[in-house]
């Protein structure tokens, strides 16, 4: 006997042919990676977000900022994909599914590692580099600093807290992470795409993500406003909740398993 939630969810899934899923960092939560605002553990709890992840904190003071974006890159390359990214993987291979696209806001790459073929990074990558300036991607590789097993995620940017960016060979600037920074703009290709999935969707998922952050928040409203189905899985309501059809009380690696098990019947 399924708990009604899970049928809930399951009345606005079945069926579904083109699917959008819009996460965030609390998509990475049970892989073991910090979400942004989560007040006790969240990565912001620890530091000023204006101060680590904006283009002025780089231009004032680059290295402390270095250091942290290559420890969050250990961490997330230290971290498994969860049984939510497995799950949407997995839904892709469902009969009847034509696409399932991950519009995400996050910068790790688990859900990559967890199989799923097309995903929008809005924010950018921790696994991507370029110049400062001159913007030439970075293919000199870098050196992720060593996570040791039993470490808690904490900052400061773990064994150190200051680190040297590389210089770009062409025009010997800074190499900075390839990230979206406050104040920076989204990039265009990965923004246009978001805004095409989202209208094309017949089905919109939302999970893991409080949807205080534009112009990336904003995109969940133009399936709303075209009538598309929406579910959230989250654990508590978000600036989202209200533009759903509904908002299941679970997490990303409890419902979402839940969910493609019972739309390939095995549950
Ligand atoms: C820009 C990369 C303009 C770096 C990030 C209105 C319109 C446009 C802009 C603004 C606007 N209002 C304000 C702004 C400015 C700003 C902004 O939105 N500020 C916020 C704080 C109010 N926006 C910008 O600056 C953007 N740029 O607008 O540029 C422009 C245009 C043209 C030319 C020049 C300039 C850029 C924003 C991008 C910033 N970069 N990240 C880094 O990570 O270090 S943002 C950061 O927040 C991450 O990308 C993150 O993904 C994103 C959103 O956070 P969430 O993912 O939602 O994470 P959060 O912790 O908040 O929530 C987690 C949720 O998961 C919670 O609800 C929790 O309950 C839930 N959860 C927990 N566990 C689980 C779970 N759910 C499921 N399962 C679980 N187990
Ligand atoms: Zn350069």
């Not at 290559?70 to 049984?83: Q, Y």
Request: hydrophobic share 40%; aromatic share 6%.
């Amino acid at each position: 006997m399924r708990d009604q939630q899970l049928e809930h969810a399951l009345d606005l899934c079945r069926g579904a042919r083109r699917i959008n899923v819009f996460t965030g960092a609390g998509m990475s939560a049970e892989s073991g990676l910090d979400t942004y605002r989560d007040a006790t553990t969240g990565v912001w709890s620890h530091v000023d977000p204006q101060a680590m992840a904006s283009i002025d904190a780089w231009a004032r003071d680059p290295e402390p900022m270095w250091a942290w974006y290559l420890w969050r890159a250990a961490l997330s390359r230290h971290a498994d994909p969860n049984a939510g990214h497995r799950a949407l993987a997995a839904w892709e291979q469902l009969p009847g599914v034509e696409a399932i696209t991950i519009t995400t806001q996050n910068i790790d790459d688990l859900h990559e590692r967890g199989g799923s073929s097309e995903i929008i990074h809005l924010h950018g990558s921790l696994f991507d580099y370029r110049c400062t300036i001159c913007s030439r991607p970075w293919r000199g590789g870098v050196s992720l600093p060593l996570v040791p097993d039993d470490d808690t995620p904490a900052h400061p940017a773990g064994p150190s807290a200051r680190l040297r960016p590389p210089r770009c060979p062409l025009c010997g600037n800074l190499i900075r992470p390839g990230v979206v920074w406050f104040g920076e703009p989204l990039p265009e290709r990965e923004w246009d795409a978001a805004e095409r999935a989202m209208a094309s969707a017949d089905l919109v998922l939302i999970v893991g993500t409080s949807g205080v952050v534009f112009p990336a928040a904003g995109l969940p409203r133009i399936a709303a406003e075209l009538g598309t189905p929406i579910l959230e899985i989250s654990p508590e309501p978000t600036d989202l909740t209200r533009l759903c059809d509904y908002s299941w009380r679970s997490t990303a690696a409890t419902g979402l398993p839940a969910l493609v098990d019972a739309l390939a019947g095995l549950s």
